[in-house]
C-alpha cells in the first residue's frame, strides 16, 4: 500500500475562496518573521482520496468489531455504542476543564457519582478518578502507601513483595516509589505459596501488590489468611485491578482484606482499549490512607453543589494535569448504569466462557494449573514446541482464521504460555468456532508443522523474516 506522500498528486483539497483571504491570512495572526517561506511539503489530495487512504488504513487494523479478540489479561471485551454517543454529547466533550466549579456541575456531579458507584463496587472508602491508566493507578497507589509510612514515621518500610506471577507493571511501579522488589513465588496450584511468605515477613516489607485472580486465572484461595498475616506484620495489601472483571458483584478487594485498589476503567466498564489509550485507573483506599490521596478530590458540599476539594494538606499532590480523562469517565458511568446488577452477571459469564474453552481445548494443549480458572486460564505449547511450532507459530497461524492471537509468552512461570480470555461478550457460536480453530492448528502441527510456519497468509502483511525485521528496521519513509 502506498503512503499517503506517495498518492499525493498536487490536488488542493480545500479551497476558501477569496472571501476568507483577509481572515485567514497567517500575517495577520502571526508575525511575518515566524512564517515558513518555502512549501511544507504535506500530501496535496483531494477529500474523497484522503478519505479512501484512511478507510483502507482502518480496513487493515484487527480491532473488536471484525472479529473474536481473546488477549489474556486485558480484557478486550465489546463496548457499547451508546457509551460513545454520551461521550460526545456537546455538555462533555466541549467542556474546558479550567472551567470553574459552578459551570461544571453536570461533570463533577457525575464524577462524584462514579466515585460512589466505584466506593460500592470495591469496598473501599473513598477513590479518585485521577490516574490515567492502570499502571498509573499502581503507581498513584504505592506513592499513596509510602506517604502513609512517612507520615507515620515507618522509614524503615522499604520492601514490597510481589508474586512471580505479577503484571510486570507491578514490580516497575513500586520500584519508581523507590521501594526494593522480593519476589514470592507460586506453589504447585499456581497461587502464592503462603509458607514462603511467612518467611520474608519482618518490619522492612511495606506492602504486598496481588492480583485475584491472579494472572495465571486462578483465584487465591488462602487470600484472608495473606491479609491477616500482613496485618498483623503492620505493612498494607494492594490489589491490582486488572482481572476485576472475574469478580465483579461476586466479591470485592475490601472483604479479601486489601487495603488499596485500582481499577482499569478501559478494561472492566467498557471502554475502547488498546493503541496506548485513553485510560482511566482510579485508585480506591480504606479510610485511613483517604487523605493521601491525589487532589483534587471531588466532593458534594452542603449547599450540594459539587466541588474540586484542594485542601488536603498529607496529599501526595496531582498525579496527572486536569482530571484524567473525562471521556472515559462518562463511558465508565454510562456502563455501569446501563448493567446494574448484571455486572454480576457479566463476570459469572466471563467465568463460565473460560472455563469452558479451557475443558475442551487442555487435551490438545498442555495446562500446567489443571484447576478452575477463573476469567482467563494459561495453556502451554510446550508439546507443539516439541513438534517444530513454537507458540508465536500458533499464534501467527490463528491469524489466518481472523482471530485476534492470544497474549504469549506471558506469565513468564509458564513455558511456551499461551494466555487466553474470552470475556463475558461472546457466543457459544464464536467460542466454538475458536476452539475448533485451536484443536484444527494442534492437528497441523502434527501432520505437516512446515505449513504452519508459512502463517499469517491472510493477513495485509505476511510472514516476514523476523530475525531481519528485527535486527535492521524499515522505519524510516524515504521520498
Not at 519482618?202 to 495473606?226: H, R
Not at 483506599?285 to 471531588?298: N, Q
Not at 482464521?401 to 504460555?417: C, D, G
Request: charged content about 25%.
Amino acid at each position: 500500500m502506498k503512503t499517503i506522500f506517495e498518492k499525493s498528486t498536487g490536488v488542493c483539497g480545500v479551497e476558501l475562496g477569496d472571501d476568507y483571504s483577509d481572515v485567514c491570512a497567517l500575517e495577520n495572526v502571526i508575525p511575518k518573521s515566524l512564517l515558513r517561506e518555502g512549501s511544507i511539503g504535506l500530501p496535496q489530495l483531494s477529500e474523497l482520496e484522503v478519505m479512501r487512504h484512511y478507510k483502507e488504513l482502518s480496513d487493515r487494523n484487527f480491532c473488536i468489531e471484525k472479529g473474536f479478540y481473546p488477549l489474556g489479561s486485558c480484557t478486550m471485551k465489546y463496548n457499547p455504542k451508546v457509551n460513545e454517543f454520551l461521550a460526545s454529547l456537546e455538555g462533555f466533550s466541549n467542556l474546558h476543564p479550567l472551567q470553574a466549579d459552578e459551570d461544571s456541575q453536570g461533570a463533577l456531579e457525575l464524577m462524584y457519582n462514579l466515585q460512589e458507584k466505584l466506593q460500592y463496587i470495591t469496598g473501599m472508602d473513598a477513590v479518585t478518578l485521577q490516574p490515567a491508566a492502570g499502571a498509573h493507578g499502581e503507581l498513584t497507589g504505592m506513592m499513596v502507601i509510602k506517604k502513609y509510612f512517612e507520615d507515620k514515621g515507618e522509614l524503615n518500610r522499604t520492601k514490597v513483595i510481589i508474586p512471580d506471577s505479577a503484571h510486570g507493571t507491578n514490580p516497575a511501579s513500586a520500584k519508581m516509589c523507590g521501594f526494593d522488589i522480593v519476589e514470592v513465588k507460586s506453589n504447585e496450584r499456581g497461587q502464592v505459596d503462603v509458607e514462603v511468605l511467612k518467611t520474608l515477613l519482618d518490619d522492612s516489607v511495606a506492602a504486598i501488590m496481588m492480583t485475584n485472580p491472579n494472572t495465571l486465572g486462578i483465584f487465591e484461595e488462602q487470600v484472608l489468611e495473606i491479609s491477616d498475616l500482613m496485618h498483623k506484620n503492620g505493612s498494607l495489601l494492594y490489589y491490582d485491578g486488572a482481572n476485576f472483571n472475574a469478580i465483579m458483584g461476586w466479591t470485592n478487594p475490601a472483604l479479601m482484606g486489601f487495603d488499596v485498589v485500582h481499577l482499569n476503567l478501559h478494561k472492566t466498564f467498557a471502554t475502547p482499549h488498546g493503541g496506548g489509550g485513553p485510560g482511566a485507573g482510579p485508585v480506591g483506599v480504606v479510610a485511613k490512607l483517604k487523605e493521601y490521596l491525589p487532589v483534587p478530590i471531588i466532593e458534594k458540599n452542603k449547599d450540594g453543589k459539587y466541588i474540586r476539594n484542594y485542601n488536603l494538606p498529607k496529599s501526595i499532590g496531582k498525579v496527572r494535569s486536569f482530571y484524567g480523562n473525562f471521556g472515559v469517565l462518562v463511558r465508565a458511568y454510562a456502563y455501569i448504569l446501563m448493567m446494574g446488577t448484571n455486572l454480576k452477571l457479566a463476570s459469572a459469564d466471563a467465568v463460565l466462557n473460560a472455563n469452558y474453552i479451557k475443558e475442551k481445548l487442555k487435551g490438545a494443549y498442555d495446562l500446567p494449573y489443571d484447576e478452575p480458572c477463573m476469567h482467563e486460564f494459561v495453556l502451554s505449547g510446550e508439546k507443539q514446541h516439541h513438534q517444530g511450532v513454537s507458540t508465536l507459530g500458533i499464534a501467527k497461524r490463528l491469524m489466518d482464521s481472523n482471530y485476534h492471537p492470544p497474549t504469549v509468552y506471558f506469565p513468564l512461570i509458564v513455558h511456551e504460555a499461551i494466555m487466553i480470555e474470552p470475556t463475558e461478550s461472546e457466543s457459544k457460536e464464536v467460542l466454538d468456532g475458536f476452539i475448533e480453530t485451536m484443536l484444527k492448528i494442534a492437528k497441523e502441527i502434527e501432520e505437516n508443522p512446515a505449513e504452519v510456519l508459512k502463517s499469517p497468509r491472510t493477513t495485509p502483511i505476511k510472514k516476514v523474516d523476523e530475525t531481519l525485521a528485527a535486527r535492521q528496521p524499515n522505519l524510516v519513509y524515504k521520498d
